[in-house]
C-alpha cells in the first residue's frame, strides 16, 4: 500500500502562482511514477504532468507551459507549481503513484481544492 497526502491548495488570484506538494508513504519502493492530475465539477479527471523514477517527465495538454512537476520519487516527494493560473484551474488536484515494481497497483491521494478568482 502507498499513502498519498496532498498540500498547497486555496485560493488564488488569476495571473498568480500556487505551488502544490504531494508526500507518498508506506511502500514507496514499488513506485516507478508519479503524478498530478485534476478534476473540476462536470468534467473528467485529466493528466497534468507524471514523472518517473527515472526522471522522465510527460505533460498532459491543460498545462499549456504554465505548469511544472518537480520532486524525487527517491525521497517520496513530488510537487507542481502552477504559474500565470485561470479561473479555468479550479478543480480538485490529485497527486497519482503507479506501483509498476512490485504489484502494478495506482494510488490516489484525496485531493487538494485550488479555486482561482477572477
Known amino acids: 500500500q502507498v499513502h498519498l497526502v496532498e498540500s498547497g491548495g486555496g485560493l488564488v488570484q488569476a495571473g498568480g502562482f500556487l505551488r502544490l506538494s504531494c508526500a507518498a508513504s508506506g511502500n514507496t519502493i514499488c513506485i516507478f511514477a508519479m503524478g498530478w492530475y485534476r478534476q473540476a465539477p462536470g468534467k473528467e479527471r485529466e493528466l497534468l504532468a507524471r514523472i518517473t523514477r527515472h526522471g522522465a517527465i510527460t505533460y498532459g495538454d491543460p498545462v499549456e507551459g504554465r505548469f511544472t512537476i518537480s520532486g524525487d520519487i527517491a525521497k517520496n516527494t513530488v510537487y507542481l507549481e502552477m504559474n500565470r493560473v485561470k479561473p479555468g484551474d479550479t478543480a480538485v488536484y490529485y497527486c497519482?503513484?503507479?506501483?509498476?515494481?512490485?504489484?502494478?497497483?495506482?494510488?490516489w491521494g484525496e485531493g487538494t481544492l485550488v479555486t482561482v478568482s477572477s
Open positions: 497519482y503513484a503507479k506501483d509498476d515494481l512490485c504489484y502494478g497497483d495506482d494510488y
